[in-house]
């Protein structure tokens, strides 16, 4: 169980780490000014969906593997780098009628659920992130240190849900202004494939 101040502090530093632009809000953002807010929230479940995984594997120590092995390492991050290339060439090919691979008519709420899950579990940096955060504030004196770990991970996880579910909704409502234009919505799209692919890049040169 976690103490009162140790709660607060972490509470506080989660959101300001929640805050700061980084790769899975980044990709909440985009995915919200192109389909929508609730396209953004749904998003956002599979991200922190994501870091359950991401939580139980510092908890019962299989994130050390990432952060020995070179070669597991490797292989996650250039997955993630894949999908997101991916993700940015459907996004250059849309045009304003949505025509390419990311018409929101064609993607289905467990598709974008599945897209939130997918592109935080390829980012190792999150599970070794987590191996270096979460145990600086448990204390071995105030219970098992895998249920406290489990504890900071809930309560990161709430924090996300409450930062991105906020990105998610202004970034719904400037989309929906520039839908409403053929060009912005062209422009919107290329500067979202651009985006893709500078965090595709960005991933793929990432180090441990």
Request: charged fraction near 10%; charge should be positive.
């Amino acid at each position: 169980m976690l103490s009162p101040d140790v709660f607060l502090l972490f509470l506080t530093t989660s959101l300001l780490l929640c805050l700061a632009p980084g790769p899975d809000n980044i990709f909440v953002l985009t995915q919200s000014m192109l389909r929508g807010t609730v396209s953004g929230f749904l998003v956002t479940l599979g991200l922190c969906t994501g870091l359950l995984v991401h939580t139980s594997a510092v908890a019962l120590g299989v994130a050390v593997i990432f952060q020995q092995s070179l070669l597991a390492f490797t292989i996650l991050k250039l997955c993630g780098a894949a999908y997101l290339l991916y993700l940015a060439w459907g996004a250059f090919r849309a045009g304003a009628s949505g025509l390419g691979t990311l018409n929101a008519s064609s993607l289905d709420k467990m598709t974008l659920y599945r897209r939130g899950i997918f592109m935080n579990i390829t980012n190792p940096k999150v599970s070794i992130f987590f191996l270096a955060f979460l145990p600086q504030f448990t204390d071995p004196s105030r219970g098992h240190l895998t249920l406290q770990l489990l504890e900071l991970g809930a309560v990161f996880i709430v924090c996300t849900l409450l930062v991105f579910g906020l990105i998610s909704l202004l970034a719904g409502k400037v989309g929906n202004w520039f839908s409403q234009s053929p060009k912005a919505e062209v422009m919107m799209n290329r500067v979202a494939g651009s985006v893709f692919a500078a965090l595709a890049i960005k991933l793929a040169f990432t180090q441990r």
